[in-house]
T-cell receptor
Framework: GQQVMQIPQYQHVQEGEDFTTYCNSSTTLSNIQWYKQRPGGHPVFLIQLVKSGEVKKQKRLTFQFGEAKKNSSLHITATQTTDVGTYFC?????????????FGQGTELSVKP | GAGVSQSPRYKVAKRGQDVALRCDPISGHVSLFWYQQALGQGPEFLTYFQNEAQLDKSGLPSDRFFAERPEGSVSTLKIQRTQQEDSAVYLCASILPGQVNEQYFGPGTRLTVT
């Protein structure tokens, strides 16, 4: 079945440093979504990417979807302590019409002030 | 309006007991999903409803797991004869299908089987 791999598992940065997490799917995706989960919280939707090669920005966050629609990345510029949490990518298979998502294992980001 | 709610928030069960976990989706959200999240892992898909129809239950780990949504709103995930490996956070999410299939997650139920 479809697998979504995400690296790194953990990332510790100094406040102000940049952060990137990478996501790879074993199959071609219809779209990919990114979620953030704060410690003790639940996943909160950040963004959805649909088009091949798509790049979207949200303030300091930049999201990319690969040309083959099998990989994606999230880059945070100049991290802040409010960025702490686990970032998950979640892929939707190309033939799935129901909204079922396959989540990566997540990248846990810690930011040292 | 109110978000997705789940109850109970915490449940401790002795091995072998049956448990029932409830999810109240956002009003008007047609699709409802159940996920299992083990510690340090991403949510894993269990099952999915569109209104009252269970369209995909491929993620249910065994026949001890059963989910229903009889009136197309509230959903219940039941686990029979709980085992220690069932210990996890069970998340419910709902979506209002559209161009962006944003899933709105509830706070989850943390199940501990002793």
């Amino acid at each position: 079945g479809q697998q979504v791999m995400q690296i790194p598992q953990y990332q510790h940065v100094q406040e102000g440093e940049d952060f990137t997490t990478y996501c790879n799917s074993s199959t071609t995706l219809s779209n990919i979504q990114w979620y953030k989960q704060r410690p003790g919280g639940h996943p909160v939707f950040l963004i959805q990417l649909v088009k091949s090669g798509e790049v979207k920005k949200q303030k300091r966050l930049t999201f990319q979807f690969g040309e083959a629609k099998k990989n994606s990345s999230l880059h945070i510029t100049a991290t802040q302590t409010t960025d702490v949490g686990t970032y998950f990518c979640a892929g939707m298979e190309i033939y799935n019409q129901g909204g079922k998502l396959i989540f990566g294992q997540g990248t846990e980001l810690s930011v040292k002030p | 309006g109110a978000g997705v709610s789940q109850s109970p928030r915490y449940k401790v069960a002795k091995r072998g007991q049956d448990v029932a976990l409830r999810c109240d989706p956002i009003s008007g959200h047609v699709s409802l999903f159940w996920y299992q999240q083990a510690l340090g892992q991403g949510p894993e898909f269990l099952t999915y409803f569109q209104n009252e129809a269970q369209l995909d239950k491929s993620g249910l780990p065994s026949d001890r797991f059963f989910a229903e949504r009889p009136e197309g709103s509230v959903s219940t995930l039941k686990i029979q004869r709980t085992q220690q490996e069932d210990s996890a956070v069970y998340l419910c999410a709902s979506i209002l299908p559209g161009q962006v299939n944003e899933q709105y997650f509830g706070p989850g139920t943390r199940l501990t089987v002793t």
